[in-house]
């Protein structure tokens, strides 16, 4: 594994994140780590990868970067996010306050994960053209193979990990509303098209994979 450049997780809310952090927490030392936060701190010169909820472009004064990320079906993200602010996240938020159909039209919630691969603006061909510059992203609903293409890219060895912040009272979404889960959409549609790109590109990338041909 090189470390000659700094390692920056694009973290979006609710697409598998956090347990891709552990899994690739022990690869560094404790100085060697910064976390993303709100008190206006900057990664130290020693610092080998950024974790924690932070946007594309946040820290490209650092020099050399290579960019990771998990991408995720919009409807599942938006769903699980907001049952996750509801019933998990003990500070009062927006999700305690209104449905999950007018969540999904909150700036909080809708297309989220361009405005992270943008820096914050909802622009579905600006946000491609960043992932393009990626060293590696996965999709949450293929997590296990998402980690073997993260070794062959990166170099990390026998990546091990469990699942973390997954949320037990969020309920399926075949027993959510047909109108809100169409609502969820419409709200979501470069998120829509940014997956849909994703996923495609995963997939080809995966077939041609020494993981996927063994």
Do not use: C
């Not at 920056?8 to 993303?36: C, D, N, R, W």
């Not at 039209?105 to 061909?125: C, K, M």
């Not at 037990?168 to 419409?186: C, G, M, S, V």
Request: charged letters at 20%; glycine letters at 6%.
């Amino acid at each position: 594994m090189n470390k000659d450049k700094v390692l920056v997780l694009v973290h979006i809310p609710k697409t598998a994140g956090s347990s891709l952090t552990t899994a690739i927490m022990p690869y560094y030392q404790p100085h060697e780590v910064f976390t993303e936060n709100d008190n206006g701190s900057f990664p130290s010169p020693g610092t080998k990868i950024i974790i924690g909820h932070n946007r594309f472009g946040r820290y490209h004064g650092l020099g050399p970067l290579l960019y990771i990320t998990m991408l995720r079906n919009p409807i599942d993200r938006v769903i699980s996010h907001y049952y996750y602010l509801k019933h998990v996240v003990l500070e009062d938020n927006l999700a305690k306050h209104v449905s999950l159909e007018e969540f999904s039209r909150s700036i909080w919630a809708a297309n989220l994960q361009t405005q992270y691969l943008t820096g914050g603006v909802i622009d579905f061909e600006l946000a491609i053209q960043h992932l393009k510059t990626f060293a590696f992203f996965g999709i949450t609903e293929l997590f296990t193979e998402s980690l073997y293409l993260l070794e062959d890219n990166l170099g990390f060895a026998n990546i091990q990990y469990s699942r973390i912040n997954e949320n037990p009272q969020k309920p399926k979404k075949e027993f959510i509303n047909p109108y809100t889960i169409e609502q969820i959409r419409r709200n979501n549609l470069s998120d829509m098209k940014l997956y849909h790109w994703a996923r495609n590109t995963f997939d080809k990338r995966l077939k041609e994979s020494d993981w996927f041909k063994n």
